[in-house]
Antibody, heavy 117, light 107 residues
């Protein structure tokens, strides 16, 4: 079935950087569309980014130019490099698998990012 | 971007009630519509994909319908474990977008 485990969240000052990791087991990340989705406190779900089979990446306008998604196939892990963080980036960040289409069928437990001075 | 509008934003129901949640897309998304359930402090869970296909392990009391721009999630007889927040999501195009959520509470 598979499992996703996110890590790397924490408290960071505005303007700072963090790198989130999402380690997969039970399946191969490079055979899937891997996504990041976030949820601000008390709010709904917001899609952040995707990395496709071939390595192409796409981003929400709200993070474009600041966030970079990547993949290490040897570690079966995807990453989200977050730069120039702002208060409105505060959220739980989930990693989610989409096997060939954008149906998010497997989610991690989430990692919390808090941007505050 | 495709906007997804869910209604109602919340509802109260008794165990055994039939519950209906609607989702409208700002433009046609064909059959590219998914539904998720989220319980407090937990990650979302895929319930229905492609408008009406039940994800493995999802009880048959959950059903989905619709096409184009208007979609419905129905719980035929709501059970205690169904009290949660439900989100629709369009999978037609990037950026993926979600509805604002519908919180289903116990009456």
């Amino acid at each position: 079935e598979g499992q996703l485990v996110e890590s790397g969240g924490g408290l960071i000052q505005p303007g700072g950087s963090l790198r989130l990791s999402c380690a997969a087991s039970g399946f191969t990340v490079s055979n899937n569309y891997m996504n990041w989705v976030r949820q601000a406190p008390g709010k709904g779900l917001e899609w952040v980014s995707v990395i496709h089979f071939g390595g192409g990446t796409y981003y929400a306008d709200s993070v474009k130019g600041r966030f970079t998604m990547s993949r290490d196939s040897s570690k079966n892990t995807v990453y989200l490099q977050m730069n120039s963080l702002r208060a409105d980036d505060t959220a739980v960040y989930y990693c989610a698998r989409a096997p060939g289409h954008y149906d998010l069928d497997l989610w991690g437990q989430g990692t919390t990012v808090t941007v505050s001075s | 971007d495709i906007q997804m509008t869910q209604s109602p934003s919340s509802l109260s129901a008794s165990v055994g009630d039939r519950v209906t949640i609607t989702c409208r897309a700002s433009q046609t998304i064909r059959s590219n519509l998914n539904w998720y359930q989220q319980k407090p402090g937990k990650a979302p869970n895929l319930l229905i994909y492609g408008v009406s296909s039940l994800q493995s392990g999802v009880p048959s009391r959950f059903g989905g319908s619709g096409s184009g721009t208007d979609f419905t999630l129905t719980i035929s007889s709501v059970q205690p474990e169904d009290f949660a927040t439900y989100y629709c999501q369009q999978s037609n195009s990037i950026p993926l977008t979600f509805g604002g959520g519908t919180r289903v509470e116990i009456k």
